[in-house]
């Protein structure tokens, strides 16, 4: 079926330091989007990027579809960036978006 | 810009019972979602409508039923809860299209006695 495959699963930054996260996709995307997931579960999303490079402040969002890959860089991380960042491809299919998601990964910045 | 609403945030249930969940979007979006997370597992889409009345099934309906009463609401009704289920219901919107972002609510807490 469509898988996602996302990694690092977790990774551990000491703060200043950058992050690079990945995702894969098995099958053909219409585009994909990146979410952080706050601590209590609520989901905010970051990019949502069809193709291309898009920047907001210290993150960067990279897809390229030909590659079926994604990727976001988290420039000198803070301890406030700390918490699970999930990709998702975004399946159109005539009848609605379907967004499939990775597992995640689970960040965390110290001191 | 607009709001997702959730309610209720924690919902608790006893084995075989019947619980309805219950989304509500000022977007004005068509389109809206049903999500079910497990811890350390990524969203699995359950129901989605395009709009008022239409209901698609994700890859998770079984268990379930929804309804889309009006464009701004959508309830997902888990038929027969399961005994020590835990999970995360999520809600989202987005407009109908090719390229269409989701935005998602704050999400209902589920867990069953």
């Known amino acids: 079926g469509q898988q996602v495959q996302q990694s690092p699963a977790s990774l551990v930054l000491q703060e200043g330091e950058n992050a690079e996260l990945q995702c894969n996709f098995s099958?053909?995307?219409?585009?994909m989007q990146w979410f952080y997931q706050r601590p209590e579960g609520s989901l905010v999303s970051l990019f949502y990027?069809?193709?291309g490079t898009k920047q907001s402040g210290r993150l960067t969002s990279t897809t390229v579809i030909k590659e079926r890959r994604s990727s976001l860089h988290i420039s000198s991380s803070q301890i406030t960036d700390s918490g699970t960042y999930l990709c998702?491809?975004?399946?159109?299919?005539?009848?609605?978006?379907?967004?499939?998601f990775g597992t995640g990964t689970l960040l965390s910045v110290k001191p | 810009g607009g709001i997702i609403t959730q309610t209720p945030k924690f919902l608790i249930g006893q084995e075989g019972q019947k619980l309805t969940l219950k989304c509500q979007q000022n977007?004005?979006?068509?389109?809206m979602y049903w999500y079910r997370q497990d811890s350390g597992k990524g969203l699995r889409l359950i129901y989605y409508?395009?709009?008022?009345?239409?209901?698609q099934k994700g890859d998770l309906s079984e268990g379930y039923d929804a309804s889309r009463e009006k464009k701004s609401s959508f309830s997902l009704t888990v038929t027969s809860a399961q005994k020590n289920e835990m999970a995360v219901f999520l809600c989202?919107?987005?407009?109908?299209?090719?390229?269409?972002?989701?935005?998602f609510g704050p999400g209902t807490r589920l867990t069953v006695l």
């Open positions: 989202a919107s987005s407009i109908v299209g090719n390229y269409a972002e989701q935005f």
């Open positions: 977007f004005n979006h068509d389109t």
């Open positions: 099958t053909s995307l219409n585009s």
């Open positions: 990027n069809p193709s």
């Open positions: 998702a491809m975004d399946l159109y299919g005539g009848s609605g978006n379907k967004l499939i």
């Open positions: 409508s395009i709009t008022e009345n239409d209901l």
